[in-house]
T-cell receptor
Framework: AQSVTQPDIHITVSEGASLELRCNYS??????LFWYVQSPGQGLQLLLK??????LVQGIKGFEAEFKRSQSSFNLRKPSVHWSDAAEYFC??????????FGQGTRLTINP | DVKVTQSSRYLVKRTGEKVFLECVQD?????MFWYRQDPGLGLRLIYF???????EKGDIPEGYSVSREKKERFSLILESASTNQTSMYLC??????????????FGQGTRLTVV
């Protein structure tokens, strides 16, 4: 069965610092991978997605993620965070079954 | 833009009540989903539907049912609400593209409190 693990429940970084959020997945075939962001009281917004091709994908708001099949990982990165990036981030995996399986989420706090 | 609209942002219901959560999408998507979100547990799939009148159980269907009579509308029903169903409920839709899934688009969520 497919599953997603986000090892970090809560991360705090300083504004302007770099960011990496970890995501490990388990899936029997070629995975389709997603990162979503949720601001307080809001629904989820898609940051980026990987279906095939280039393993480094660019998303909105300056985020990128790299698919590493050998490590079953799809980590999210941003070179310099802004206070507005404070939110909860979810990694998800999906495939031919059409449904997405989500990780537990990582809450990001930004220090001024 | 795709729009997924949930009928209520906040609901307070009493134990034992029958509760209906409504979701409408405007992009002719085949797939619709209901997730439940709880702190530390992420999003867990309750039910999903890939066509009108079709439904499949997700990971936590107990205590819930769904209805999809029209393509654009997907309803979640709590037959007899209990306090352990207090949660944030998120509806989503996605486009069927053969065997390749696409991203899901989410509504704003309904925060349900059962007292």
């Amino acid at each position: 069965a497919q599953s997603v693990t986000q090892p970090d429940i809560h991360i705090t970084v300083s504004e302007g610092a770099s960011l990496e959020l970890r995501c490990n997945y388990s899936y029997g075939a070629t995975p389709y991978l997603f990162w979503y962001v949720q601001s307080p009281g809001q629904g989820l917004q898609l940051l980026l997605k990987y279906f095939s091709g280039d393993t480094l994908v660019q998303g909105i708001k300056g985020f990128e993620a790299e698919f590493k099949r050998s490590q079953s990982s799809f980590n999210l990165r941003k070179p310099s965070v802004h206070w507005s990036d404070a939110a909860e981030y979810f990694c998800a995996v999906g495939g031919g079954a059409q449904k997405l399986v989500f990780g537990q989420g990582t809450r990001l706090t930004i220090n001024p | 833009d795709v729009k997924v609209t949930q009928s209520s942002r906040y609901l307070v219901k009493r134990t034992g009540e029958k509760v209906f959560l409504e979701c409408v999408q405007d992009m002719d998507h085949e797939n619709m989903f209901w997730y439940r979100q709880d702190p530390g547990l992420g999003l867990r799939l309750i039910y999903f539907s890939y066509d009108v009148k079709m439904k499949e159980k997700g990971d936590i269907p107990e205590g819930y049912s769904v209805s999809r009579e029209k393509k654009e509308r997907f309803s979640l029903i709590l037959e007899s609400a209990s306090t352990n169903q207090t949660s944030m409920y998120l509806c989503a839709s996605s486009l069927w593209q053969g065997t390749v899934g696409t991203e899901a688009f989410f509504g704003q969520g309904t925060r349900l409190t059962v007292v």
